[in-house]
């Protein structure tokens, strides 16, 4: 199952607080936080799936962005991420399933 | 040169307003605004180097947090990115240097 884990850094502008709370929740569930609005989720298909149907009921097209970014298999050695003022470090294995 | 380009998805917190001002500004230099604290760049091996440095000049690691995500070759097809609420569209060529 871990072999197809990938893993997604989560990014959103919310419009409205309630909307904010909302998929800040959300994201709890999937992933670890990493900065204001800024997530980091190791997903299977499944769950990266379901991720993207949870935030898109959430948010309002019209006032919300959410990106998410594939940043590659999650069990690779080096991520390509650099981390200035405080250290990456990659989710070694699935989020607990809340 | 524009084969070596590669995309990378900047995030920041800054924890004080006159640093985020300095950040948001270099930002605005090497690439494209995406969200509140989010950048798009299209980077050569060395302008990715020179906005590390200009960034690290800047912040304030006990206060300050950067993630600079490498995601991919500038002109592959397909960059890794699902975008909710309004399209992504990838930096087609590079940015005009300021």
Redesign the interface.
Known sequence: MAGNERLY?V???IGDQKRWRRVFKVMEAYGRW?????FQCRLTPRRRAAL?AR??GI???S?????????GPADAVDP???????P?ESIKREAVVV
């Open positions: 850094i990014t959103y502008d990493l900065q204001f609005s800024v993207g935030l898109d948010i309002k097209p006032e919300d962005h959410v990106l998410i970014i594939d940043i390509r991420v650099e981390s200035l003022g405080r990456f």
